[in-house]
């Protein structure tokens, strides 16, 4: 789901607001497969790598894509936990303590949630969930020190 045009306002009346922290992302678990997916989606992305999509194809699914996930999954298992990635368990601690500083003290209704801009929850994901929220009003912050082509960007690309 893209984020759409804003519903009418009308006055006196409170809709929700949304906030939707959004990371760069994670496998799914420390595996081959699930690596792999992650590896694809990430580094498909037009703005990750800028070269002509004929030619990265050829070297992302003939080359990376058959060698890459196998060291990274063995990297990955070296910091995952049983909670599962640390990037997302971090994410979402992050969620849920500002979570914790809106509850019970806004009007409007304040609701964070995460993302993950490649794997899951994905983008897409943290926009329907705030939609069926109820949030009129979304606030899309990317957790990166600074704007970039491939990572703030690309979340927008994301979102818009």
């Known amino acids: ?3 759409r045009k804003e519903s009418e306002y009308t006055h006196g ?3 929700n607001v949304g906030v939707l922290l959004v990371n760069l992302g994670t496998p799914e678990a420390p595996t081959k ?3 792999r ?5 990430f580094l498909w992305d037009p703005r990750v790598v800028e070269i002509p999509r004929a030619i990265w194809w050829l070297i992302l699914n003939g080359i990376i894509l ?7 999954a063995k990297k990955y298992a070296v910091i995952w936990s049983d909670e599962g990635s640390p990037l997302r368990i971090y ?8 979570q914790s500083k809106f509850d019970d003290t806004t009007s409007p209704k304040v609701i964070v949630k995460s993302a993950m801009r490649y794997g899951k929850p994905s983008v ?3 926009l329907n969930q705030l939609r069926a929220e109820g949030c009129d009003q979304i606030l899309v912050t990317p957790l990166y020190p ?3 082509s491939s990572t703030t960007g690309s979340i927008y690309d994301a979102v818009f």
Do not use: C, H, W
């Open 1 to 3: 789901m893209k984020l």
């Open 13 to 15: 009346s409170l809709a």
């Open 33 to 35: 497969k699930s690596v």
């Open 37 to 41: 997916e992650y590896l694809k989606e």
């Open 66 to 72: 058959r060698i890459r996930p196998k060291t990274s």
């Open 91 to 98: 994410t979402e601690k992050q969620a849920a303590l500002l």
């Open 124 to 126: 897409d994901n943290g």
């Open 146 to 148: 600074q704007f970039n």
